[in-house]
C-alpha cells in the first residue's frame, strides 16, 4: 500500500484505543498496539479526516479506535460520542422503528401499504399490482428514485409538498410539475432488487400515520432514548458540541458538505403545521440519522443479540422481540443472475431494512466464509458501515467522515479504505 506524506494528517492525527464496556479484554495489548498502530497507517495512507473503528468479538467490544478531527476549522477531534450524519445504516433504525408497529399488530407487511398510506400507491406499469410494507423493505417494490427523487428532495420542504405527489403527481387537488412516472421502474413490484431512498418516505410516513407520532419524535421516543443513545433524526436534538461535520476536498481545500455550522446553529427541518403522514421524507428516514459510534455499538449490541442489550447498557434494553428481528435478518431476496441490480456485486442479499454479506471472496465480504447482517452508507464524503455475525458474535463498525482521496473499489465490492480496516482487522480475528 503506498504511503502518503500528508502534513496536515501528520499533525493532527492523534488515536486513542478505548476500554470495552465489558472489562474482560479479548485482545493482547500487542495486538491493541497493532491496531492502532494500522489505522494511524490507513488514515495517512488514504488522507481521512477522520476515522473510527470497532471491532466486535465473542460478543463484547475488544477494540475502539478513533483518530483525527470531527470538526477541521475548530480542530474539534473525532472520539467515541461525535455525532455523525450515518447515511443509510439510517434505514435499518427506520425499519426497526416499523417493526415495533408490526409487533402490536398495527401493520401487515403483506397488505397493500395504500391502507396505511391514505392514498393509492401503485405503478404506472403495474397497476394492479399493490405494493407491500416488505417489498418497501427489501427494496422490491419497483421504485427508481432517479431525478424525480432527487428534484422533490430539494423543494419538498420549501413548498411543504406531500409525499402523495412524489408517486402520484398530485395531492388530489394540485398538480406537482416535476412528477414523473420514472419514479417507478418497469419491474413488476415483488420481482425484483433495486435500492431506492425514496421507498423509506413511504415506510416512515406509514410510521406516522399508524403511530399518530412525528416520524423523529417516534424514533426519539421508542429507539433512542430507551437505548440511552445520543441520536436523532431531528439534527436540534443534539448537542452541538457533539456534531461532527462531513467534508470532501474541493478546489484543493478541505470543504464542509454538511453540518459544519459555524454561523447559526442547525434549524428543524419540520413546519408550523405540519400533519404526521403528510411526508417521511423530511426527517431523512433513509440516510439522516445522527449518531455516534457508542450508538452504533449498541446498534450493534441489538443486531447481535436477539433485539435487546447485553454489553452496551447498564441493564438490558429490548427493542425488539427476538423472533421479529430474525424476520429483519433473513434472507427476503437473493440474486439469482437476473432478478435484481447488484452494483457490482455488492447487493447480492438482502432481508428487511437489513443487508446481508455472503462472506464470498472478492465479493460481499468483509470476513472470508463469514456471512454477516448489516448497511453502509455512502453521503456527503461520509463511507460507514455497521455489519455482524450473530452465530460467532462478531461485529465491525467502520466511519470515516472524509477523504482527500475518491473513494475507489478495491479487490472486492467494498472500497479500498473499508478494505484496509477488515485486513487489519483480520490479523487479530480468532
Known amino acids: 500500500m ?19 464496556a465489558d472489562p474482560s479484554q479479548p485482545l493482547t495489548p500487542d495486538q491493541t498496539t497493532t491496531l492502532d498502530r494500522g489505522l494511524e497507517q490507513i488514515a495517512a495512507d488514504f488522507e481521512l479526516m477522520g476515522l473510527a473503528v470497532v471491532y466486535i468479538q465473542d460478543f463484547q467490544v475488544a477494540y475502539e479506535g478513533y483518530t483525527g478531527l470531527a470538526v477541521r476549522e475548530t480542530q474539534t477531534p473525532l472520539d467515541a460520542n461525535s455525532v455523525v450524519r450515518i447515511a443509510s445504516p439510517s434505514k435499518s433504525l427506520t425499519a426497526m422503528a416499523l417493526m415495533q408497529l408490526y409487533e402490536q399488530g398495527l401493520v401487515d407487511l403483506d397488505a397493500d401499504v395504500s391502507r396505511y398510506l391514505g392514498w393509492e400507491l401503485r405503478s404506472p406499469h403495474w397497476p394492479d399490482e399493490p405494493v407491500t410494507l416488505r417489498m418497501l423493505l427489501g427494496h422490491t417494490s419497483g421504485i427508481a428514485d432517479g431525478p424525480t427523487y432527487s428534484a422533490f428532495a430539494r423543494t419538498m420542504i420549501a413548498e411543504r409538498l406531500p409525499l402523495r405527489m412524489l408517486f402520484t403527481g398530485t395531492d388530489g387537488t394540485r398538480r406537482w ?86 454561523d447559526a446553529p442547525p434549524a428543524d ?9 403528510h411526508n417521511g421524507l423530511i426527517y431523512a428516514p433513509q440516510g439522516g440519522l445522527r449518531i455516534s459510534t457508542r450508538g452504533l455499538i449498541t446498534l450493534a449490541d441489538v443486531l447481535l443479540n436477539q433485539g435487546q442489550t447485553t454489553f452496551s447498557t447498564p441493564q438490558p434494553v429490548r427493542i425488539l422481540q427476538a423472533e421479529t428481528l430474525r424476520e429483519m435478518m433473513a434472507e427476503n431476496w437473493r440474486y439469482d443472475g437476473s432478478n435484481g441490480d447488484t452494483w457490482d456485486d455488492f447487493w447480492r442479499s438482502f432481508g428487511l431494512g437489513l443487508h446481508r454479506l455472503t462472506g464470498e471472496p472478492g465479493k460481499d465480504v468483509i470476513f472470508v466464509g463469514v456471512p454477516m447482517t448489516g448497511h453502509p452508507g455512502i453521503a456527503y464524503g461520509l463511507l460507514s458501515d455497521v455489519y455482524v455475525d450473530p452465530a460467532t458474535g462478531t461485529g ?10 475518491p473513494f475507489a473499489y478495491g479487490e472486492t465490492s467494498f472500497y479500498q479504505v473499508e478494505e484496509a480496516v477488515f485486513q487489519l482487522l483480520e490479523t487479530v480475528k480468532e
Not at 430507551?226 to 461532527?244: C, K, M, Q, Y
Not at 427541518?269 to 403522514?277: C, W
Open 2 to 20: 503506498k504511503i502518503t506524506c500528508c502534513l496536515f494528517i501528520l499533525l493532527t492525527l492523534q488515536l486513542t484505543a478505548c476500554t470495552p
Open 177 to 262: 410539475s416535476g412528477y414523473s412516472p420514472d419514479i417507478f421502474s418497469e419491474h413488476c413490484p415483488g420481482t425484483y432488487f433495486s435500492y431506492s431512498n425514496a421507498a423509506w418516505g413511504l415506510i416512515a410516513s406509514v410510521i406516522e400515520r399508524v403511530s399518530g407520532q412525528r416520524f423523529d419524535l417516534y424514533a426519539r421516543s421508542h429507539l433512542f432514548e430507551p437505548l440511552g443513545v445520543e441520536a436523532s433524526f431531528n439534527i436540534t436534538d443534539i448537542r452541538p458540541e457533539h456534531i461532527a461535520a462531513l467534508y470532501r476536498f474541493q478546489n484543493d481545500a478541505w470543504t464542509p458538505q454538511i453540518d459544519f455550522y459555524a
Open 269 to 277: 427541518r419540520g413546519y408550523e403545521g405540519y400533519e404526521p403522514g
Open 396 to 405: 465491525v463498525i467502520f466511519m470515516t467522515n472524509g477523504s482527500k482521496q
